[in-house]
């Protein structure tokens, strides 16, 4: 019986989690979760959130993080509650939303660009209440609940003053590596090799972001060129490259 109720239990939380990895478990929805500041516009951002439940009030909580080194193998999150510290304010950090009430939270820069880009991303999540307790139907009976709260990551740049996109790619053999040596990050999006004009295979990982310094290596199906095409959205411009 202990091993049934064990198997149930595993099962049971693990339909749940299935269930809830898209929107329609979540309480509220955010957008966009990802943005930038324009060099020339206004000096601040919009955040909406908005709380899809028809019957219930949902409470929002904020926690706001400043990247250092980001997508690198020392990557560290900074938080503080002094926003001078971090330049950036949140207004307001909390919400109270009534059933399918919309509302903004705004992103405002307190600290200039400089000459590296910065990257923050906040979180925003329902706060949940304490789970209330259940008497057990029988004696000896265990219960075994199960909550998941969806919550939300917004990713939000802060261009440098004069953003320079450049990358290096180095091939060795089947093997490409590409390092992003400006100072913002890049997209990458179609890599591929080309055997002949009419013939060529797609690799790499489109979809790829290379932050400022980070490096990226990937495998190729032959000891050739490879093309590739990379997006600097703080410039709004698409780049093409090639290897050896």
Known sequence: MQLRS???KVIFMTLACTLCVHHACARIIVSPLRTQFKLKDKPY???????????????VGTTLKLIENPGMPNERSIESRNPKEVGLLLTPPKLVLAPNQRRSIRV?????????????????????GQLKRVAPVSQGEKRLFLRVNVAFLVELVIPPIKPVAKI???????SVTVKNIGNTNLLFGKIQQCTSADKC???????????????????IPEAGPVSFETVAE??????AGQTN
């Open 201 to 219: 295979v797609e690799t790499g990982v489109t979809g790829k972001r290379l932050y400022a310094g980070n490096t990226y290596t990937f495998e």
């Open 45 to 59: 951002q919009d955040i909406s959130v908005f709380n899809q439940q028809k019957d219930k009030k949902s409470y």
């Open 6 to 8: 064990f198997f149930s």
């Open 168 to 174: 290096s790619a180095i091939r060795n053999g089947k």
């Open 108 to 128: 405002s820069l307190l600290k200039p660009p400089g000459e590296q880009e910065r990257i923050y991303r906040i979180k925003v999540m329902p706060v949940l």
């Open 234 to 239: 703080t410039l709004d411009k698409k780049s």
